[in-house]
């Protein structure tokens, strides 16, 4: 069963506002706690309880940390910030609807979490790219084919990442101009 709902401007304004504090704590903690407290939301949280819809959403918070701590892709600063803000949010017990609400306390997570990873598709689908990239070159023989092989990520990495802000600019514009055509 498919059930869809449309949020109108107001509610999108309690997201907003949510989000807010969550970039606030971002502003002054470590990344580092902010990962560990995803982590223990997700260690802690009763994911495996919830609507298959929410558990779908709070499990992509694992590739967010994952893709934060993977030195390779080495994310750069400001699309890091957008990552950590979400997992802030993701990570605050008190947000929208406390998280120990039976069934529904995790409801506000999962809709900030699709909120939020449709902002940063394109990050995600440029790491989901590199790590395809790296699989596909395989272990390396030896250290001449270790070398090969760092270069090589690390000019599929700068295309990627270029791509991805690319991509978001594009995006950006376009929105930009409906806002301006409305």
Do not use: N
């Amino acid at each position: 069963m498919k059930i869809s709902f449309e949020l109108e401007p107001a509610d999108i304004e309690r997201f907003h506002e949510a989000l807010a504090r969550a970039e606030r704590r971002v502003a002054c903690a470590d990344e580092c706690d902010i990962i560990e407290a995803a982590r223990h939301g997700l260690r802690t949280l009763p994911i495996e309880c919830a609507p298959g819809y929410i558990r779908r959403r709070l499990l992509q918070v694992v590739e967010l940390v994952d893709m934060l701590e993977d030195e390779a892709w080495a994310l750069p600063q400001p699309e890091r910030s957008e990552v950590l803000k979400l997992l802030a949010y993701f990570s605050d017990p008190e947000d929208m609807i406390p998280d120990d609400v039976e069934v529904i306390g995790l409801l506000d997570d999962a809709i900030m979490l699709e909120l939020l990873l449709r902002q940063i598709r394109h990050v995600v689908v440029a790491y989901d790219d590199f790590r395809a990239a790296r699989e596909a070159l395989g272990e390396p023989a030896d250290a001449d084919a270790r070398l090969a092989q760092a270069r090589e990520l690390a000019r599929r990495r700068g295309q990627l990442q270029a791509r991805m802000r690319r991509r978001r600019v594009r995006d950006a514009l376009a929105r930009a101009a409906g806002s301006a055509g409305a």
